[in-house]
């Protein structure tokens, strides 16, 4: 069964500080990965998945199959980046294709 | 287009009570879940449809029924509201084709059983 963990509930930075919001999965065949960003009072939403390789509002997420790992960065973080963050993993195939396997979720609070 | 939508926003209930949570879309999305959000436990998977007529169970899918007569809609059932079932519901619907997989979810809906 796949599973993604995310072992900080809380993370608190300070605005302008580098940070790291770790994510490990487990899965037995090729992952499809993801972060999910809900804001206050607002709707869940995608951040960014690994399959494109991109960084949106200044975060970026690799996916190192080695330790089976997508930990999501940012160098500066900025006030507006407090939110909840959750990874999540999708099957590729099969009859659950397309299904969604979220993380606990951790929340990030960047203090001015 | 409105996307994801849900209703009601938030819903008291007490315990053995019954009621249905609504969500549509208008994407023409083939794909459709419903999670339940807890502190400390995530976004839990109760029960997903493919397409209009057919459905499956998530991961906690006891206590919940749901039908997709439509491609639009995929109402949400509680027969026996219990406390166990104090949640945020929230309805979400992606392109079943396409390897983005992305997810649009709905507002959520704030449910307290009593």
């Known amino acids: 069964a796949q599973r993604v963990t995310q072992p900080e509930k809380l993370l608190s930075v300070f605005k302008g500080a580098p940070v790291e919001l770790k994510c490990n999965y487990s899965?037995?065949?090729?992952?499809?990965l993801f972060w999910y960003v809900q804001y206050s009072r607002q709707r869940l939403q995608l951040l960014l998945r690994?399959?494109s390789r991109e960084s949106i509002k200044g975060f970026t997420a690799d996916l190192n199959k080695g330790e089976t790992s997508f930990h999501l960065k940012k160098p500066f973080a900025q006030e507006e980046d407090s939110a909840m963050y959750y990874c999540?993993?999708?099957?590729?195939?099969?009859?659950?294709?397309?299904?969604?396997?979220f993380g606990q979720g951790t929340i990030l609070t960047v203090h001015p | 287009n409105a996307g994801v939508t849900q209703t009601p926003k938030f819903q008291v209930l007490k315990t053995g009570q019954s009621m249905t949570l609504q969500c549509a879309q208008d994407?023409?999305?083939?794909?459709m879940s419903w999670y339940r959000q807890d502190p400390g436990m995530g976004l839990r998977l109760i029960h997903y449809?493919?397409?209009?007529?057919?459905?499956d169970q998530g991961e906690v899918p006891n206590g919940y029924n749901v039908s997709r007569s439509t491609t639009e809609d995929f109402p949400l059932r509680l027969l026996l509201a219990a406390p166990s079932q104090t949640s945020v519901y929230f309805c979400?619907?992606?392109?079943?084709?396409?390897?983005?997989?992305?997810?649009?979810f709905g507002p959520g809906t704030r449910l307290t059983v009593t």
């Open positions: 449809s493919v397409g209009a007529g057919i459905t």
């Open positions: 999540a993993l999708a099957y590729a195939g099969g009859t659950s294709y397309g299904k969604l396997t």
């Open positions: 994407m023409n999305h083939e794909y």
């Open positions: 690994h399959i």
């Open positions: 979400a619907s992606r392109p079943r084709q396409g390897a983005i997989y992305e997810q649009y």
């Open positions: 899965y037995s065949g090729s992952p499809e």
